[in-house]
């Protein structure tokens, strides 16, 4: 099928290099070999249809063709037959004005493939080229070598030429994630380095930080490669390799930086113990690193355990649901995707057109505003992984415990990656959180330190800021900013049988009455208050936790457990030495979240917050702002599957309240509940705006506009 360039002239508008910004619901349908012979357009399209779909992403080529493809050793589907699965779908998602983009897969190849060209292959540590572990006859491809510089880009550029699309997609480009010994690879490796690769079964090789940098630059370069190669052709069309959370942290950034209209963001479902918020973190983590870049959140009809797989599988539909609806509240674009065109349980479709719809009435709605939050969350760089193959982002459990806590807390938060912060990102919050993070950077310090000075609060705990002096002694960076020095060696645990002692009248110890003490943590840091900082929870000294007689306190030094401060300039910190967010993500005691959150509500001031959000249940909150208008997301999480997948049920939410103060010079000019359809009812008491929710499902979203007070009619009072 050759593109019609008069249907180029007939619809310029999704061709335009802009594409991507009106590619906004996305279904994505990856073939399997058996496939074409009973591909069923019709109900695709209708699936198109229901879920209000308005771009696909379509099996092509790369490890098997689903298009009657030109070029030797791309293997076509032994079941193509005279069809052209791919072109067929093509045309019908442009027949109903859809975006395009075709998949292409170019991790492994088949045997004729490894036979004639060798250095395609990824080669192990014993020096052999590694058979794929789930399918013996196939070879993991070195995405280092001609297979993806050469191989792909010609698969690559024969779409572009043949088909009508807007992109290019690449899965599984990144190899198997190991060090591949291949030996034009090593050949390489060491005429830009001058070393050998490093030993991958040792983490302390000394090639790896090279390793490191040498991978993610060419990985980089390949990136630049793919999408020049597709643009000389078309040049609207554009090549996007999927990416996981980590976005470009994991590329060279200098290189990749234009490179990446949209982001496509690979984490299909929950695993493990992952709470049902992790979909709307992706959201919020990438809005952190690119706050004016889509991203759109890949999530599966199916189940997506890392270790059991059940591919032609369903999830349960109340999981697939709330994944979506959780996703796009916070700013990820709804993208699902299903393995095999042959449908052996068509219960996905259903749950997956109502999320879709339900992000088609919030998208028209409120789609314009931008996402804000008086609260932000420093998403520290990882600098401790010895490898290239460890995560990019994230404080790990620290992190995870600190966003439960914020969550269940009801304070609606942001990220702000630490390579994007400026003073600009920071005036938009009042509070900056920081749960963890060694070794910052000392442009990080330096701009957090202005922060404070002009009137920004930070709360940290445990490691944040830790740092060593040139003689190695440790250090925390914000020592002088919260008022405390660390007086011991560095950290101390791992610790039982932890406490600590709250001080009267400090305002952090309320909520716990009855209580002379509380838990504290499994590792900790000695510091000293200095003078103009408050304590307020100090350590009792350590003592057993066994034998059970020898279980009492000891008479000791109490040093600082939690210590304040608050600033000429109207700021307030607060430091907790100790590891706070991961002992309450790993024991979800209610004293360390009530913590978590009491420090952060007390450094956000006495002067109301601009959201508020009361009522029953777990919600995720999300707020979005514009010229005189605001909306508020409240998502229900209330489920007893909310911290592990799948959830079984939908539990209805009642009597929620949505608080809004009311800004200067401006007052109330309309307000609707988008889901339910209708006006809100409201009541202004003060500067408040006070609106219930009688019910929630999956989402609510309460849109208020506002209009200047000297243009105004007569602001309503009351019940309307």
Known sequence: ??????????????????????????????????DPPVLDVDFWVDVMKRTKSNALCLSAGGYMAFYPTQIPYHYRSAQLGDRDSFGELVEQARRLGMHVMARVDPHAV????????????????????????????????????TSHWEFTTQIAQEIVREYDID??????????????????????????????????????????????????????ELVVHWDDAVRAIRPHVRFIPNRGAALTRDLDRDLVEDRYPMFFVDKQGRSGIEPSWTSGRIGKRARGLYPDRPVALITSVGPEDHELRWKDSVADPHETRGLVVDGFAQGALPWFTKFKAERFDDRWVAPMAEAFQLHARVDETTGHLRHTAEVALLDCVNRAAA?????????????????QALVEARIPFEYIAEEALTLERLDEVRVLAIPSGANLDPATITT??????????????????????????????????????????????????????????????????????????AHVLDIEALPGADVAFRFVPDYPDLPMEEVYPRPGETPPAVVTRTHSG?????????????????????????????????????????????????????????????????????????????????????????????????????????????????????????IPIDRIDD?????????????????PGGQA
């Not at 991507?20 to 990856?30: D, G, I, M, V």
């Not at 990824?122 to 006859?137: A, C, I, R, T």
């Not at 009137?455 to 940290?460: A, H, P």
């Not at 002992?583 to 959201?611: E, F, K, M, N, P």
Request: proline share 6%; net charge negative.
């Open 167 to 220: 992109a290019v997609f690449a899965n599984r480009w990144e190899g198997r994630r190991r060090v591949s010994y291949n030996p034009v690879t090593r050949a390489a490796f060491q005429a830009d380095t001058g070393q050998d690769l490093p030993v991958e079964t040792d983490p302390s090789d000394p090639a790896w930080p090279a390793f490191t940098t040498w991978r993610q630059r060419r990985l980089s």
């Open 110 to 145: 088949h045997a004729d493939a490894a036979q004639a060209h060798p250095e395609w292959l990824d080669h192990g540590l014993d020096g052999k080229p590694v058979e794929h572990e789930s399918m013996p006859g196939l070879w993991w491809t070195d995405p280092m070598s």
């Open 387 to 403: 490898t290239p193959f460890g995560h990019g982002h994230g404080g790990g459990a620290h992190e995870d415990g600190v966003y």
């Open 570 to 690: 109207g700021g307030r910190t607060a430091y907790i030495a100790f590891d706070i967010g991961e002992v309450y993500w790993r024991a979800l005691q209610s004293d360390h979240g009530r913590l978590i959150a009491g420090a952060v509500t007390w450094a956000l001031g006495d002067r109301a917050a601009r959201v508020q959000v009361t009522g029953k249940g777990l919600v995720d909150l999300a707020v979005r702002e514009g010229e005189g208008e605001i909306a508020v997301t409240v998502v229900n999480l209330t489920d007893p599957m909310a911290m592990r997948g799948q959830r079984h049920d939908a539990l209805p939410l009642h009597d929620q309240e949505v608080t809004l103060r009311i800004p200067d010079g401006a007052q109330l000019q309309s307000a609707a509940l988008v889901i339910a359809g209708a006006p809100a009812r409201t009541e202004v008491r003060g500067r408040q705006l006070h």
């Open 699 to 715: 989402l609510e979203v309460v849109h208020v506009t506002w209009t200047p007070t000297d243009t105004a009619a007569t602001q």
């Open 448 to 521: 957090i330190e202005t922060y404070v000075s002009r009137g920004g609060s930070l709360v940290t705990a445990f490691d944040a800021g830790l740092t060593h002096s040139s003689d190695g002694e440790p250090a925390l960076a914000f020592g002088d900013l919260h008022g405390v020095r660390l007086t011991g060696g560095g950290l101390r645990g791992p610790l039982k049988n932890k406490y600590m002692t709250l001080e009267s009248g400090h305002p952090l110890t309320v909520g716990y009455d009855g209580a002379q003490r509380i838990l504290a943590g």
């Open 1 to 34: 099928m050759t593109i019609d360039d008069a249907l180029l002239e007939t619809t310029p508008s999704t061709r335009s290099p802009e594409w991507f910004l009106s590619a906004t619901r996305w279904t994505q349908l990856t073939f399997t070999e058996d």
